[in-house]
């Protein structure tokens, strides 16, 4: 039998519609169940924190309990892979960070990256680092420690709370900026460290401002310079290093992403919901307590930031000779 031209036509539009209502349905009905945040980090970090503080404000906008999944390992390679292999439905989400952006020249033979498999969805925070020392050190400025440290090449012990984070390779562009030859002591964690560094064990010590504020502001570390652009709300007497040494920034962001091949209705409504969720003045009011500062954007935004950020660690995990063994 034949059908007359006008109704096939009909038929066909109408058959190749329907793949595409159960898609349309899934986005306009999401979130139908609890979500899932898997996080990089231990319990009780920073990172977790504010996983933590976001997640509750989120659930409250999406209607459905937000569930905090922390699985720490690999510098952060095993949430990764736990998200980039969940169903790529918006129910999995991952807490992206810089360590990520690192990870992908660190871990270069890695099947899993970043900017591979994770489709960024919103920007969440960003934390600026300082330069520390312990306050019986000769240097009191910026300056005098890049003075202090080409002329005793090699004799300045620079703390980190582990290889390949962030306070290791802040150190590593700054010594990648300046010239200088410093010796990097890595130790497992931020409390070992700062311990290290209260000690006399290392003379300097990168660090998340959040994490040293209480000992700044006791007198018990002294802060040189901040990693931030411009000068901190939080620290308004210290000066950032850009001054000093010209170009130079480091900030410790945190993001949402999910598996690629989610939705772009379900990455668009969780964008705004993300963003929504920082304009809460609880979670404005608790990042401030931990130093930091909230970062909202469009979905582009956050992609551009996870972009920039690859290809400026990539630069410096060269320079230090980072591999993944």
């Known amino acids: 039998m034949k059908l007359p031209r006008r109704g096939f036509l009909c038929l066909a539009a109408g058959a190749a519609a329907l793949p595409v209502i159960p898609h349309i349905a899934g986005a306009q009905t999401y ?18 924190i504010v996983a933590r503080l976001v997640g509750q404000a989120l659930s409250q906008r999406l209607g459905q309990s937000v569930v905090i999944d922390n699985r720490p390992g690999g510098g952060g390679n095993l949430a990764l892979q736990t998200v980039a292999r969940a169903p790529a439905d918006g129910y999995t989400l991952l807490m992206v960070a810089t360590p990520h952006a690192i990870n992908v020249t660190v871990y270069e033979k890695s099947t899993i990256t970043v900017t591979r498999d994770i489709v960024p969805v919103a920007s969440i925070n960003s934390d600026s680092f300082v330069l520390l020392v312990n306050p019986s050190f000769a240097a009191k400025t910026v300056p005098e420690f890049i ?4 002329a005793n090449p090699g004799r300045i012990n620079l703390g980190s709370s582990g290889t390949g984070n962030l306070s290791h390779l802040s150190g590593e562009l700054f010594r990648m900026m300046t010239g200088i030859e410093v010796v990097h002591v890595p130790y497992r964690g931020t409390p070992a460290a700062h311990s290290a560094l209260l ?84 979670v404005k009011a608790r990042m401030a ?36 063994e």
């Not at 898997?38 to 009780?44: D, E, L, N």
């Not at 003075?147 to 080409?150: D, G, I, N, T």
């Not at 962001?253 to 690629?260: F, K, M, Q, S, Y």
């Not at 979905?299 to 660690?313: I, M, S």
């Open 147 to 150: 003075a202090y440290a080409k």
């Open 199 to 282: 000690a006399g064990d290392v003379h300097a010590v990168f660090d998340a401002i959040g994490s040293s504020l209480p000992q700044i502001q006791a007198g018990a570390l002294r802060a040189l310079g901040v990693t931030a652009p411009g000068r901190l709300r939080i620290l308004p007497e210290t000066p950032p290093i850009g001054d000093v040494v010209a170009g130079f920034a480091v900030s410790g962001w945190l993001g949402i992403g999910v598996p690629r091949g989610t939705p772009g209705e379900i990455v668009e409504r969780l964008n705004r919901e993300v963003n929504a969720a920082l304009n809460d003045p609880t």
């Open 31 to 48: 979130p139908s169940r609890p979500v899932t945040l898997i996080v990089f980090v231990p319990a009780g970090g920073t990172p977790d």
């Open 289 to 324: 307590d931990l130093g930091s500062e909230p970062l909202s954007g469009s979905v582009a935004d956050f992609a551009k930031l996870v972009a920039e950020e690859t290809e400026k660690w990539a630069k410096v995990v060269k320079f230090a000779g980072l591999k993944a």
